[in-house]
């Protein structure tokens, strides 16, 4: 069992930055790959950034030099800095946590960000 606790969400202007956070608990797995998705309404749920365990970074190309992630293994928490939010960004984020042991995927609850004009 893994549990993933978002925070950070909210609304800010456009132009403006916002870091959101995700803390992995688990006494089973040894969490791998971590990382953050979105969904806006009427779309699907896309890929935003990754990150392993050796601080490798993917990054979608539309957040590129925008957003940063990161993670701190001691605690299992991954960041995702968001800067010159666009109101495009606005969507429900989702932490995704993936662990050594299983080929399975454990998402967060989601948490809305939002960004106005």
């Known amino acids: 069992q893994v549990q993933l606790v978002e925070s950070g969400g909210g609304l800010v202007q456009a132009g403006g930055s916002l870091t959101l956070s995700c803390v992995a608990s688990?006494?089973?797995?040894?969490?791998?790959?971590m990382g953050w998705y979105r969904q806006a309404p009427g779309k699907q749920r896309d890929l935003v950034a990754t990150i392993t365990r050796d601080m490798t970074t993917n990054y979608a190309d539309s957040v590129k030099g925008r957003f940063t992630i990161s993670r701190v293994n001691a605690n299992n928490t991954v960041y995702l800095q968001m800067n010159s939010l666009e109101p495009e960004d606005t969507a429900v984020y989702y932490c995704n946590v993936r662990v050594v042991e299983r080929g399975v995927n454990y998402w967060g609850r989601g948490t809305q960000v939002t960004v106005s004009s």
């Open positions: 688990t006494t089973l797995f040894t969490i791998n790959h």
